[in-house]
């Protein structure tokens, strides 16, 4: 064997590499195609365009509080790997702006990495607002063109990059499935990228926060702390009374509002239970028209929607209430719970919300997000490097 060590995914475990005839390939990430160990193909970018504008324009300012850590980026990048742990809704997309529009001025290559396929075509659009250069993005039914000066991507596209690598990238929600847990997909994310990189999370796990300078924004733009969740107890046939009751008060208001539950199953009880009295939908994976729902959600068509984890993050809806049901359940990490509670409070206008986590045992995991949240309210911002920890 040449080398012992995958070129695209960094797979050193010699019992996924198989001889062909062409020479030993990894097995590790053969569903991206075969790559020979011996592989060490340098491919060259073609040259930015001479007369490239990196300017990029807002049409709003950032907050101090975003500016220092849009600062600390650049600077930091120099030395190492940054983590930008910053709480939903905090404008995390906004805190990388100006490094990118450094890596551009310096003629160096970029590219953002994001779980979902739906949040890369989202913010591509958004970032070819702000920014005049060719912005594209690339994942599932857009990889004719990957030749741009600012790439977005899913983390499976990143395959495309390992002969040229970019100088950076920035990787949003590196807690978020699929890239989460998948030493696969991380290689490959890692071995296409020659320089530092950089990670944006509002539920960072330890190994990020042991490997990285990490820049921490604890307060979102309005300035507003984040809606503390409470948790209630009940017996869980009672839970359901509890909901309605708590739904009830909701409409009354006139105030959107989402319920997670554990479970697809548990969804369409909930649903069944609820659309008796109310105008709800039910979202799961399994739903056909997910956007559908969502934009009627959105354009308060109707009164609230009954949810899995799929809608922990990403989404935002204006003034929303959230309730958890059955909390506890072990499909909810604390992590998802914090990015759950990231929904309410979103809009200037209606800063506080209410947050519910309804459990039917205690569990330490809700403790633990509540405590979370508390942190980071009295928190707002830090700049922390792993050495000074
Ligand atoms: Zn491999």
Redesign the pocket.
Known sequence: MEQNR??????TDID?FYQGSKGWY?????K?SR?LLSETRQENWDDYPADLDSEYRLNFELTDHQKIISRQICKQMKEKDVLVWAVTGAGKTELCMEFIQQCLNQKKRVAIVIARRQVVLELAERFQQAFQCKVIPVCEGYTRDIDGDLLIMTAHQCYRFFEKKFDHIIVDEPDAFPYDGNP?LQ??VRNSCKGTMLYLSATPDSKLLENCHVLQLFSRPHGYNLPVPVSVYCLPVFSYFYVFCWVLNRVKQGIPFLIFVPTIKDAHRMTVFLKCRFNVKCCTSKTKDKDGIITKMKQKKISGMICTTILERGVTFEGIDVCVWNADHLTFSSASLIQIAGRVGRKASRPDGDCLFLCFSRSRKVDESIQMINYANNTKMSIMSSETQ
């Not at 995958?6 to 797979?11: D, E, F, K, S, Y």
């Open positions: 995958c070129p695209r995914c960094g797979n996924l990894c097995r590790a990430c053969i991206f790559v696969v290689g490959i």
